[in-house]
């Protein structure tokens, strides 16, 4: 009779951990909303995530907090706006083990999940940052890279050295394969902390590209034995240059001022967008790096139904923000317009009733709004530090809108030359103020750099103590007081490019009042009241340390 019973509470524990959905958690890198076909995207062949979007729902309006990748990922992972987290490239800190504890993948492993995650990390978690090994220990499987992946991953972090493949997609989706399937040949470099997927479990696997982001895209060099699609796809094509280009030599008008955008300091990785060639030859490989992904994609909803998985896992396609291709005479990121803070995300249901397909909804959402609905579509309570809104009643067919304003900021400015900045927008309306940028230039850094035989990467990319009290000054100054030096207001409805500031417009006069007061409030939320829970994460106190 005990040993019934027993079987019967087992079969009951197992029965509702199965009730629970698996969650795919895909993101990608520097990938722009019009990068997929079911965003518009006309030359692109992303059959797989179109797919998702044919079968779930498209967010059309979804954006980023920060358009950069560390805080951008740092607030997918805590549900936070970059201000209340702290952490960014150019901040000294590093996510603290108390803030961690409240990222969605602790809180889900803590709450029964099988948690992985395979691919790129930027997140610099712990006492230490990318050397704490606070990230890898979070996981029960793990299989990634600290910072860049390359193209080629293994010619830059030895965990892929196993691996089969040599290019990133295809190593990422070694890793996937590892994870979810018991009989799929297992990578000697990745850390299982339990063999297999246990049954009485569901799991949270989450699948971070570091593509077609440029430290990618860069690095692809059309070798012999890469597949045909990093080599001749979309090359027999007249590709076209990207709508409002602007070559560096055709530009008479910056789209800001000189003094507020030091164009002249820009990271050389960007250079690409002053040429139309050179915009070219970028696009067409931000063309192929989509395609293997989402080939990856083709090949993950394949395996969860070889494996009975697809009939109860949800996946989450999104990007960690958008990019600048010489759009406006522009190039890069971390500013506060659609082209880099507009990211599309898909969520796909298998479970959804048929009316729920397909569908496409224009709400504003952020992507800190990723990890609270992961949690409540997982019955687990979402944690009082979070800033997201819960979506799943949008993803669930409601109407009913979960914000009226989005706000999005930059903070990384540096000697790289980008300003200041915050936005807050409505559906048609969309106001962004500028602060002072009083950087040194990266330019004359490089140049004596050279005269006193200094690493210029040591120069450039070192981080120490005194760039703390910088940063924390730019969370803090606005609002203490600090004036905008610059403003923008543009009317998306008709003019989604962001082409003509009507800052200056009387006729909008009482838009602006409305947006500059909601912006206050805005910030002041995003700040939050409590203290930023980080670490000192310096070259001073970690020499070898990476930002």
């Known amino acids: 009779m005990k040993k019934v019973l027993f079987l019967l509470m087992l079969f009951t524990v197992i029965s509702k951990a199965q009730e629970k959905p698996n969650i795919v958690f895909i993101l990608t890198d520097d990938q722009s909303y019009d990068l997929l076909g079911c965003t518009g995207n006309t030359i692109v062949k992303t059959p797989n995530i179109d797919k998702l979007a044919d079968n779930g729902i498209l967010f059309t309006n979804a954006h980023v907090t920060s358009a950069i990748c560390t805080p951008s990922r740092i607030s997918i992972l805590l549900s936070q706006y970059e201000r ?12 603290s083990d108390v803030a961690w504890q ?36 979070s996981f029960d499987y793990w299989y990634a890279g600290h ?10 972090h030895a965990i892929f050295n196993d691996a089969i493949a040599f290019t990133q997609p295809e190593i990422i989706n070694e890793g996937v394969d590892d994870f979810l399937d018991p009989n799929a040949r297992k990578l000697k470099g990745a850390l299982h902390f339990l063999e297999n997927i246990p049954a009485d479990k569901p799991f949270i696997l989450s699948i971070n590209f570091n593509l077609p982001h440029g430290a990618g895209t860069r690095s692809m060099k059309l070798k012999d034995n890469d597949d045909d699609i990093y080599k001749t796809l979309y090359r027999d094509l007249n590709i076209p240059l990207p709508d409002n280009y602007v070559a560096k030599k055709d530009i008479t008008t910056p789209k800001l001022p000189a003094s507020l955008l030091h164009t002249e300091d820009r ?7 002053d040429t139309p060639t050179g915009v070219k030859e970028r696009y067409i490989r931000e063309l192929e790096a989509m395609t293997g992904i989402d080939r990856l994609v083709g090949n993950l909803i394949q395996k969860l139904k070889s494996l009975k998985l697809d009939k109860n896992t949800i996946i989450i396609f999104t990007s960690d923000h958008g990019l600048f291709s010489g759009q406006q ?12 803070t507009h990211v599309p995300i898909i ?6 009733k048929k009316k729920l397909k397909g569908i496409k909804s224009d709400a504003l959402v952020q992507s800190i709004d990723i990890a609270p609905s992961m949690l409540a579509m997982a ?25 009226k304003y989005v706000f999005t900021e930059n903070l990384w400015s540096t000697h790289f030359g980008n300003p200041r900045c915050e936005a807050v927008q409505t559906k048609e309306w969309k106001y962004i103020r500028y602060y002072k940028n009083n950087n040194f230039s990266a330019t004359k850094e490089i140049a004596y750099a050279k005269e006193f ?27 203490q007081g600090e004036q905008p030096v610059y403003e923008e207001l543009y009317n998306l409805k008709t003019d989604r490019a962001e082409l003509h500031n009507l800052i200056d417009n009387p006729e909008y006069s009482s838009v602006l009042k409305n947006l500059k007061a909601q912006w206050k409030i805005e910030i002041t939320q995003a700040r939050g009241s409590k203290k930023t829970e980080v670490y000192r994460y310096t070259n001073d106190m970690y020499p070898s340390a990476k930002h």
């Open 329 to 340: 005479g522009l190039g890069g990121k971390a500013l506060c317009y659609e082209q880099t």
């Open 379 to 403: 019955g687990i309570s979402i944690p009082n530090t979070y800033q997201g809104k819960n979506i799943t009643s949008l993803i669930n067919g409601s109407k009913a809108e979960v914000r």
């Open 102 to 137: 409240n990222s969605y993948p602790v809180v889900m492993r803590k709450n029964g999940y099988y948690t992985g995650w395979v691919g790129k990390n930027h997140a610099p978690i712990g006492k230490g940052g990318y050397q704490s090994g606070l990230m890898e220990k």
């Open 267 to 273: 990271q050389t990785g960007y250079d690409y967008v």
């Open 347 to 352: 969520v796909y249901n298998p479970k959804a």
């Open 453 to 479: 035989n200094i690493p210029i990467n040591e120069m450039l990319y070192k981080m120490h103590d005194p760039g703390i009290a910088v940063y924390r000054n730019y969370i803090e100054a606005p609002l």
């Open 147 to 156: 910072g860049h992946l390359g193209f080629y991953p293994k010619d830059n």
């Open 84 to 95: 209340k987290h702290g952490v960014n490239f150019n901040s000294g800190t590093s996510v």
